[in-house]
């Protein structure tokens, strides 16, 4: 371990907290595409305050067409990369601090993208620094790459890695501390139909639930006129088979009903409340006079519903590696004329997703269903380079044993050859990110830091 390293990784603590306090204060949820910033302009923003950022610590800078950039150090050599992403899911409901306030209380930053992944892509950029500031000669390079879609479809680095040099190795600081050799294979799915007909008094005149197919929703509301007595005496008797919150308000000729569940990663749905499904239920109980939407409804209920893990579908299973397949019924809402819904899936790492995709077409036959990002499983092999790499600076920094983990998250790991999940959440702590009050533990995101300038440190002089 190189102690002059970790020393300056030390003092450069306060400047960690601050820059990641700033870099939290940007809301970089995907917005409208411009010419000039493809995911919109909070993204671009974000990405700016990034690469403004590595030039001031004195590394060479490039922005790719504002879809992602990077920070780089070292003239020659291999090429090792660092894959981060600035952008954020939505902040959602239920925060007891301002998502994007980047308020720093209780030994915690607080605020969207702290854990996931501002956070840790700021404290490696400064474990480069820490690196550059020693002054060791290096023999190879090192980038840290700002992705900017990584929550919304990876269309910023797939555009990246056209343009940029591919690294022959790289980990990203995205998931989990010790090391995530295998990542679960991911795919949405969209169920389309239409709105239908109206023949009868009662109708839907709204539909909305959650924000993002890779978050539990917390939310869902739907507003009906017409025949409300009967709805509110059926609402009085219902009970949702989860823990669902439901309050309903009627305002002359209609009725607004309101679900409250709780957000968690699409990955872990199980940590969640769906507000989506006790709304399905509560709707195919009513006689809607819509054959349409009563189809759609009542399919969604019938296939998926309150079900996690994809029985009513037919695509249950686990293998000995990932564990089982989960589904998370992550939005539903009307687009003018249309019904869609989507679901994402979180499927093992020896499963077929042509077989998936074909079983949850044939389930859900009478709904258009499209596939959409895609992404295959990762398994890196314990015996690699790469993981007895890291499994030495992890134990060297840490005195603990660096197990390998598998997940069902998604990480920019996929995205290159030769890659893996390395940090950032250590063992025992709460994953917070796709949640209100997302935050990150000061001490963490220091010890990440000394870390990967070790990391670094064995990459830049010995690789």
């Given amino acids: 371990m190189n102690t002059k390293i ?30 000039d910033a493809p995911f919109g302009e909070d993204v671009k923003k974000a990405l700016d ?3 403004k950022l590595s030039e001031s610590l004195g590394f060479n800078v490039k922005n790719v067409d504002n879809y992602a950039g990077h920070a780089e150090f070292g003239n020659s050599g ?15 409901d239920g925060w007891s601090v301002d998502p994007y306030g980047g308020i720093v ?8 993208g702290a854990i996931d992944d501002k956070g840790p892509t700021i404290a490696a950029l400064y474990a480069l620094k820490a690196v550059k500031d020693s002054g060791i000669p290096v023999k190879n390079r090192i980038r840290v790459i700002f992705g900017t ?18 690294p022959e190795m790289s980990v990203t600081p995205d998931a989990s501390f010790p090391i995530i050799h295998a990542e679960k294979g991911i795919v949405n799915y969209h169920f389309i139909g239409e ?9 839907i005149e709204e539909i909305d639930g959650g924000n993002a197919s890779n978050m539990v929703p917390a939310s869902a509301y739907v507003v009906l006129s017409g025949v409300l007595d009967e709805v509110e005496k059926l609402l009085k008797e219902f009970k949702p088979k989860n823990d669902t919150k439901i309050n309903w308000k009627k305002e002359g000729t209609k009725l607004r009903i309101n679900f409250e569940g709780v957000s968690a990663h699409g990955a872990e749905p199980q940590n969640g409340v769906n507000a989506i499904a006790p709304m399905l239920d509560l709707l195919s109980k009513i006689n809607l006079n819509n054959e349409s939407f009563e189809r759609f409804i009542k399919l969604l209920n019938e296939k998926i519903g309150y079900e996690i893990d994809g029985y009513s579908l037919g695509i249950s299973g686990m293998d000995g590696i990932t564990g089982p397949l989960t589904v998370n019924l992550g939005t539903l809402k009307v687009n003018g004329d249309a019904l869609e819904a989507v679901i994402n ?13 074909s079983q949850v077409k044939e389930a859900m036959k009478g709904l258009t269903v499209e596939r959409k990002h895609h992404h295959d499983p990762l398994y890196m092999s314990p015996d690699s380079d790469l993981v007895r790499l890291l499994k030495e600076v992890y134990e ?6 660096a197990k390998l983990l598998t997940t069902g998250g998604g990480t920019y790991a996929r995205a290159v050859p030769n890659a893996v999940a390395f940090g950032a959440l250590f063992p025992g702590r709460e994953f917070t990110g796709h949640k209100p009050d997302e935050r990150v533990l000061i001490d963490d995101l220091i010890m990440l830091a000394r870390i990967y300038a070790q990391l670094f440190y064995r990459v830049l002089t010995e690789w």
């Fill in 78 to 92: 291999k090429l090792f990369g660092v894959l981060g992403h600035l952008d954020v899911v939505p902040e959602g």
């Fill in 195 to 203: 709105v239908g007909e109206w023949k009868g008094n009662l109708r």
């Fill in 49 to 51: 305050y990034a690469l």
């Fill in 105 to 112: 209380k209780d030994g915690y930053i607080w605020g969207r």
């Fill in 6 to 35: 970790d020393e300056i990784v030390l003092e450069l603590r306060d400047k960690i907290v601050e820059s990641v306090s700033e870099l939290l204060k940007i809301p970089s949820v995907e917005g409208t595409p411009k010419p």
């Fill in 396 to 401: 060297e920094v840490t005195g603990e044993e």
């Fill in 345 to 357: 899936i979180r499927y093992p790492v020896f499963f077929n997703e042509e077989r998936i995709f």
């Fill in 149 to 166: 879609d990584e929550e919304s479809g990876w269309k910023g680095i797939d555009y990246y890695l056209k343009k940029e040099e591919t």
